[in-house]
């Protein structure tokens, strides 16, 4: 084979018949992935297997003018999934909440309105009383309408994995309740064209009743339930250890990761990963410390390869324990050395923006007299003292390592920012000086889409006692473990107010 | 009782002798002291002199031994079997209290109502 030949070929040679199969992976520069003659010209027949295949060959994956390589196919998938296939499920749900709540809200109507319609001449004449539950009729429907538009008609804050448990059985109740008081009113009332309007109306009013009460379960079911605390949750940041302790009602997984995920964005300082990168170079400097060779050679065991590996980690420990080891002094002197260099920096950057705040100021009125190329807006104000203290901050921000988190631009907005609300100079640095929660950030930093949650238990399943599962986003997962808050014994102990009796104490009294 | 310093202690001092009274593995005397050299005389409410660091009774179980034999409360014990007590501190004034082998305690008190009878005594008219 060519050294320059740039396919690849497997060949097999088929003692029985010399038949030649060749896989061909294409380049840039071929066109057809198919293309059994190509192989068979270049073949080697008969023989073994080159020996030198492995050295020779080259595999890449490419992509020609007419075929799709993997990486395609998977990014497509995610477009696909990310524009349609979310969306559609959303407008779904939205979809089929519109349709039950016009087919809820029409039903009371059509039920009054049919036999205006079909029978007018047989129909009794609305009395008194019944045009009163016409207005009864009336109100609830207004009550009814709003309360469902209050309840259902929020915007969702996210799309879960499964269908919420509860609202699908509501949605199927009310189905199957208008359902049935749909049949019952074409069996019992339309076939027998019943003359009786004003039961018809109290029929409609009992419906709507019904509707209202099914809606007043609604709101327990979905609201008032889990408001109770009944867990408390310990969420853990895996990558820094970073940990809160939250309490939650009786939910299912899914919901609970849902308001963790929103207590997350709001209580976690942001991830940053630039903070990590020391402790790896420590752990692979402790791995690269010691190598293992074994001496013995295979042995006679039937899973040597298991054995081996084994024996070779037990060596390894004990060699570590064994070891002097002064990784532990350069950590601290290390650690030292970094807090005094960002105290430094800190220092210098403070004096640094309380110098530049000082150098404007609000226009007062008695100077609206200046020529108008001095008044300057915000944010050409924030321009104006930006450059006098971009490098200090810089240079801090590199130290702390968080020079990836903000921009020029998000610098010069959060400045103008603090200028327009008469923020001191020490309010503005607070936001560099500690890393804050995640949606302080750009929205790039929110990976709000990527969240996936790991669980052992089935997602729609209620949070237990001892429950744990895992949310994962791109560098790190918080992991999530459950426990039920005790049950609280009180008990009562009356204290008569006239008890309260006093008597004079020297400092230490001994009684002999 | 006042103390005046450089001059030696003056007092008029009633002698009370207390029987122990064994309660169990204990000798008990029925009664509190309080007071001490390493004390804060400050909170002594039994004290004139606020100043005075000295051992002060501060209770008195009733129809114990002490109460038997006549202790009061707010009395300052000035020696217990000839230990003086006015300058000590009080784990010394309660270990020469609480000796296991001493079952009668001897102790010289003083308060302010003897000066008074004294001083009454002496002012009035000798018997004719």
Redesign the interface.
């Known amino acids: 084979m060519e050294a320059g030949d740039r396919t690849l070929q497997v060949l097999e040679v088929c003692e029985a018949s010399e038949e030649i199969k060749g896989v061909i992976v294409t380049t840039e520069e071929d066109s057809n992935t198919n293309s059994p003659p190509l192989a068979s010209c270049r073949s080697t027949t008969k023989t073994s297997q080159d020996d030198n295949w492995g050295e020779t060959t080259t595999a890449i994956t490419g992509t020609s003018e007419h075929s799709l390589s993997q990486e395609d196919i998977v990014r497509i998938t995610k477009d696909l999934e990310d524009s349609v296939g979310l969306n559609c499920r959303r407008y779904l749900t939205r979809i089929l909440a519109v349709i039950l709540g016009v087919l809820v809200l029409l039903t009371p109507l059509a039920f009054l309105v049919l036999p205006h319609l079909l029978w007018p001449d047989k129909l009794q004449k609305c009395g008194t009383a019944c045009e009163g539950l016409y207005i009864s009729i009336a109100f609830k429907l207004l009550i009814l309408l709003l309360a469902v538009w209050g309840l259902f008609f929020r915007p969702p804050r996210a799309s879960l994995p499964r269908v919420f448990a509860f609202r699908a059985l509501l949605s199927v109740l009310v189905l199957l309740f208008v359902i049935s008081y749909w049949l019952f009113y074409a069996v019992r009332i339309l076939e027998a064209q019943d003359a009786d309007y004003q039961g018809i109306v109290q029929y409609a009013v009992s419906l709507v009743d019904a509707l209202l009460f099914i809606h007043y379960l609604a709101v327990v079911l979905l609201e008032l339930r889990q408001l109770q605390p009944c867990f408390s949750v310990c969420v853990t940041r895996s990558t820094d250890g970073e940990t809160r302790h939250y309490n939650l009602g009786q939910l299912s997984i899914q919901q609970a990761a849902l308001a963790i995920i929103e207590h997350y964005y709001s209580d976690f300082p942001v991830h940053n990963p630039a903070l990590l990168s020391a402790s790896k170079s420590r752990a692979a400097k402790h791995l690269a410390g010691l190598k293992v060779y074994n001496v013995d050679g295979p042995g006679p065991g039937n899973n040597p390869a298991a054995g081996l590996a084994h024996s070779q980690s037990r060596a390894m420990i004990a060699a570590a324990a064994r070891r002097r080891d002064t990784s532990h002094n350069e950590l601290y002197y290390e650690e030292a050395e970094h807090e005094r260099r960002v105290r430094k920096r800190k220092a210098r950057l403070v004096v640094a923006v309380e110098e530049a705040f000082t150098h404007i100021k609000r226009m007062q009125e008695e100077e609206q007299k200046k020529s108008p190329g001095d008044v300057m807006d915000p944010r050409e104000a924030a321009q104006a003292i930006f450059p006098s203290m971009a490098r200090a901050l810089q240079k801090y921000l590199r130290t702390t390592k968080q020079q990836h988190c903000h921009s020029m631009e998000s610098i010069q907005q959060h400045l103008a920012f603090c200028i327009t609300n008469n923020m001191t100079p020490k309010a503005f640095l607070e936001s560099y000086l500690t890393p804050g929660p995640t949606l302080q950030y750009s929205r790039d930093r929110w990976l709000a889409r990527q969240w996936t949650l790991i669980s052992e238990a089935s997602v729609t399943s209620g949070l237990r006692d001892g429950t744990v599962f895992l949310l994962k986003c791109v560098d790190f997962s918080l992991v999530i473990a459950a426990k039920k808050i005790p049950f609280v014994q009180m008990s009562e102990e009356y204290i008569d107010p006239k008890s309260h009796k006093f008597v004079l104490r020297l400092q230490s009294e001994t009684s002999v | 009782m006042s103390f005046v310093p450089g001059q030696p202690v003056t007092a008029v001092v009633e002698r009370i002798e207390i029987q122990k009274l064994s309660q169990g593995p204990n000798l ?2 029925g ?5 001490g050299i390493d ?2 005389p400050g ?3 039994f004290s004139d002199d606020k100043a005075d660091k000295g051992i ?1 009774v ?2 008195v179980s009733p129809g114990g031994p002490a109460d038997v034999a006549g202790l009061k409360i707010g009395d300052k014990i000035m020696q217990v079997n000839g230990w003086d007590m006015t300058v000590v501190t ?1 784990d010394q004034a ?1 270990k020469k ?2 000796k296991k082998n001493e079952h009668v305690v001897r102790l010289l008190v003083t308060r302010k109502t003897l000066e008074e009878a004294v001083k009454q005594s002496m002012s009035r008219p000798g018997p004719s």
């Open positions: 008990v005397l009664f509190c002291i309080g007071g004390q804060d909170q002594n409410p002060y501060t209770r009080h309660r209290l609480t």
